[in-house]
């Protein structure tokens, strides 16, 4: 056998591969396991000069996946934005932005990350920018990506005007004179970003340095970026062939409303061509269905339940879904379709479904991001079509944007199957988890202790689970992260597992999450993550 050059004792090793479920060593050679078993066993392999890291007896998991982040984009935003996080009202929006301009020469001011449920048409207009920044540009785009607002600068520098149409699946928020007051939903964010200046593309690189350095810290080693185009991708290939990527990342590369599907699978299949390094390759298709709730873009089958009332539609046509998803399918790529509405849902299904009667079965593992809403009806068609559940646990908790936005908008029969992941559970539906950063943290602890306990955190807020007969596993929690995630992104045969053969990506936690009370699993902190045997983050 080939002699290791790192061995990994003392360590309460979980490989999940269950031909060797726990075990106190490892051995390793050229970035890859070799085996796993007792430190005597794997001291024996040890070659010359072999490095020996002692684990102090705590728990060793594979790298952690998140399979729906926003990691080029993301950290780009934090390169060049302010941080609105903290903006609950608009008096403290105007206070940040103002502190952020004032420390900047930019010729635009940007802010990032305020939320949506606080921060709305209700209180947000371009008169609140022009008070922070009354001399510049000014664009801020919320946390969900979903909603924005541009100061009147911004305005007149875009263009846009009394006239201006509403571009598709997008709109302009209009006052009772047909005004433009600044705020902007679904791809009325992204006709602002199309007409902004350009970044440089080093600050997107800047970008990937800080989002993969944050996820480092949180013990991931492995992520899949939910929208990426030529940009994204040029960015990439180039960080993959510089050997500066810490995270493996797959892409799934966006599908526009209107394409045909013949050129669109034409289109992204260069894009998957043009990358197939080992740390970078696109392997599926991204399709956005409807928006988000908080804006009222989410389609559902029946109208919402308010006073308001209403609905929205699906963003790609019926018949253009028929279309596309055979396609995609047929041409061996996954599909990833962001769906907050039960009628997106039951829209991705239905295109998956028809995919599969025109095309055949194949381990697809097509992907159903968000889940929001779903009819019990559709509860078991993930199991029948071997389609991914793709959930982020943190947002299951009784906290404003479920309390004040989802709960009235559908009402009380609607809302027991509001992020109803232990119900596809039971259903045999295999389930992801990932953090749709940077809508909300990427740290997997705290998403884990949420989707065990559907609270948050003791320190945040003391209220009750929110529907807790949804309330996910450790066990569910771990193998969504690990090989559960590995898996769903057709990476296992290299990944998701601590096994002969695979890379060496693990990680080292500074406490027993399989032991402790849930609610301390968000305090977990990552000693040390390793990626093909090298630390990224840490150490021993």
């Known amino acids: ?220 080693t492995g992520v899949l970026d ?99 998803f055979p396609a995609f399918d047929a041409a061996r790529f996954q599909i990833h379709v962001h769906a907050i509405g039960d009628m997106a849902v039951r829209a991705a299904l239905d295109g998956m479904e028809r995919a599969r009667e025109e095309n055949g079965a194949w381990p697809s593992r097509h992907h159903i991001a968000h889940i929001q809403f779903i009819d019990p009806a559709d509860i078991p068609r993930f199991a029948e079509l071997g389609v991914v559940a793709n959930v982020q646990p943190l947002w299951a908790r009784a906290e404003a944007p479920v309390t004040e936005s989802s709960i009235p908008v559908v009402g009380p029969e609607r809302s027991r199957y509001i992020y109803a992941f232990r119900s596809l559970r039971e259903a045999r539906a295999e389930m992801v988890l990932s953090s749709d950063w940077t809508v909300s943290t990427l740290n997997p602890f705290e998403i884990i202790e949420t989707a065990v306990t559907r609270r948050p955190p003791r320190r945040e807020a003391n209220v009750a689970s929110f529907l807790p007969e949804q309330c996910l596993t450790i066990e569910d929690c771990v193998a969504g992260y690990t090989i559960g995630a590995a898996r769903a992104g057709w990476r296992d045969d290299e990944t998701g597992s601590l096994s002969p053969g695979k890379w060496a990506d693990f990680v080292v936690l500074s406490q027993d999450i399989f032991a402790c009370s849930a609610h301390d699993i968000g305090d977990t902190e990552v000693v040390g993550t390793y990626l093909a045997g090298r630390a990224v983050h840490g150490g021993l």
């Open 226 to 324: 939910a929208l990426v185009e030529d940009r994204h991708v040029r960015i990439y290939n180039r960080m993959a062939a510089e050997d500066a990527l810490t995270v493996r990342v797959i892409a799934t590369a966006l599908v526009h409303p209107g394409e045909e599907a013949a050129a669109a699978v034409v289109r992204v299949s260069g894009l998957r061509a043009s990358a197939r390094h080992p740390m970078f390759r696109v392997h599926s298709a991204k399709f956005f269905f409807d928006g988000v709730i908080e804006n009222r873009t989410a389609a559902m089958i029946a109208p919402y339940s308010d006073a308001i009332g209403g609905n929205a539609p699906l963003m790609f046509a019926p018949g253009d879904i028929a279309r596309l």
């Open 1 to 220: 056998m080939q002699k290791a050059d790192l061995i990994l004792t003392n360590a309460d090793i979980r490989s999940m591969d269950p031909m060797v479920p726990r075990a106190e060593a490892m051995a390793m050679a050229g970035g890859r396991i070799l085996a796993l078993g007792s430190a005597a066993e794997m001291r024996a392999l040890a070659g010359e000069g072999a490095e020996h890291l002692d684990a102090g007896g705590r728990l060793v998991l594979p790298g952690f996946h998140d399979t729906h982040i926003h990691l080029q984009d993301g950290g780009h935003h934090y390169v060049e934005s302010a941080d609105l996080t903290t903006a609950g009202t608009p008096e403290r929006l105007v206070a940040l932005l103002r502190e952020f301009a004032q420390g900047t020469e930019r010729a635009w001011i940007y802010g990032g990350f305020y939320n949506a449920t606080l921060l709305h048409e209700g209180n947000l207009t371009r008169e609140v920018l022009d008070r922070a920044v009354p001399d510049r540009p000014c664009f801020i785009t919320a946390s969900d990506g979903h909603n924005g607002c541009l100061n009147s600068r911004a305005i007149e520098a875009l263009g846009l005007t009394d006239e201006t149409p509403d571009p598709p699946e997008g709109h302009f928020v209009r006052d009772a004179r047909g005004r433009a007051t600044g705020m902007l939903y679904e791809r009325a964010v992204t006709w602002c970003n199309e007409r902004r200046p350009q970044p440089p593309e080093q600050e997107y690189i800047e970008g990937v340095q800080l989002a993969q350095a944050l996820a480092n810290r949180h013990g991931i």
